[in-house]
């Protein structure tokens, strides 16, 4: 079954990942939160205790390679400790439809791609998370940025920081991706500009790149 929290749809069946509607819809999907929910609140009894007292935890996340102190709810998304519970706040990630179905989220963790709006932050201890910011800056960007500059591939750019992680993800997994095996992995992402052409030739100039001996970061 497809991963409600991984924007690809799933290779083998070739369907679409499941929407967060559909998740949550879902009382098995529900109940699969409500337990991750528990086991995370439960993971030491301090934080179990902290949760029940205050109604905060407090957590340790890895974020671009760098441990980060986190006080949230239980409840709070990856996506609303990115923006709004780390130092410096991490804004790269987009709070778009913030229900599953729009890829503008999209991080990575522990090298999975993922809908941080779909993930709570509490799941995400001792994993490592890799937000759009992790992967270059303005100054040094990588190869999949400097694509994406290159070819036009944004418009209002909201969606950009989730294609840009979908497309590391994407050439990761599958060097040799033709065009139709490319939009099948980005199908998880929307774009309401219709920038998709520019973005599937950002796509093919980083992997050509990367391919002719650019680099790979
Ligand atoms: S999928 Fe998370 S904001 Fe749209
Ligand atoms: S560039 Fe505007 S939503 Fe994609």
């Given at each position: 079954m497809a991963d409600p929290q991984d924007p690809r749809p799933d290779k083998d069946a070739k369907v679409p990942a499941l929407?967060?509607?559909?998740?949550?819809?879902?009382?098995?999907?529900?109940?699969?939160a409500?337990?991750?929910?528990?086991g995370a609140v439960q993971a030491t009894p301090q934080e179990g205790r902290a949760a029940t007292l205050s109604g905060t935890v407090e957590l340790e996340l890895t974020i671009?390679?760098?441990?980060?102190?986190?006080?949230?709810?239980?409840?709070?998304?990856?996506?609303?400790?990115?923006?709004?519970?780390?130092e410096p706040a991490l804004t790269g990630a987009k709070p778009v439809c913030d229900m599953g179905s729009c890829g503008a989220c999209t991080v990575m963790v522990d090298g999975k791609p993922t809908y941080s709006c779909l993930t709570l932050a509490v799941q995400c201890k001792g994993k490592e998370v890799t937000t759009v910011e992790g992967f270059g800056t303005p100054e040094n960007m990588s190869d999949v940025q400097e694509a994406f500059c290159a070819k036009d591939g944004m418009m209002c750019g909201f969606c950009t920081p989730g294609f840009v992680v979908a497309t590391h993800a994407c050439l990761d997994r599958n060097p040799d991706a033709d065009l139709d095996e490319i939009k099948f992995e980005l199908s998880g992402n929307l774009c309401r500009c219709g920038t998709y052409p520019h973005v599937f030739d950002a796509v093919q100039a980083a992997q050509a790149a990367r391919k002719a001996g650019g680099q790979d970061r």
């Open positions: 929407s967060r509607r559909s998740f949550l819809k879902g009382a098995g999907g529900v109940a699969a409500t337990g991750v929910l528990q671009n390679g760098q441990a980060k102190k986190v006080t949230c709810e239980p409840r709070t998304t990856l996506l609303s400790a990115l923006r709004d519970r780390v």
